[in-house]
């Protein structure tokens, strides 16, 4: 779990240095840094395209990249374990599609932290204590 989350977070570092040509991909980069979900969110929007079939630049699959990682890594985080309750089979794409739905029903919570946000979207999503 630890390395998991470690190995996320040293994929993002890195990506946030690389030299990206196009405009569209610069703003990417971009969003990652802002931690606020309106910034994730526009990062993560590809993950749209891709469940589509869409073939993504290979700049848009690296910051979708570290989207993925960052959503892996904090569904796996022990503070999270508490609000955490989505099926053991939601896989990471699943749980950026919940965000992305999240964050557009709830415009008022743009400037939320990124992590807060997941949080909240997957606790929405699959609430605790709710009858099998």
Known sequence: MRRTLLTATALAAFMLTLPIGQATAQEGVADLKDPSIRSFAMACSPARAQLRGEQLSEQRALVLAFCYGFVAGSSE????????????????????????????????????????????????????????
């Not at 749980?95 to 992305?100: D, G, H, M, T």
């Open 77 to 132: 985080s022990p503070s999270n374990a508490k609000m955490d309750c989505a099926p053991a089979g939601v896989t990471v794409q699943q749980r950026v599609l919940i965000l992305l739905k999240w964050a557009e029903e709830n415009p008022e919570a743009l400037n939320l932290d990124r992590g807060v946000a997941l949080a909240l979207a997957v606790a929405a999503a699959f609430p605790c204590g709710r009858p099998s």
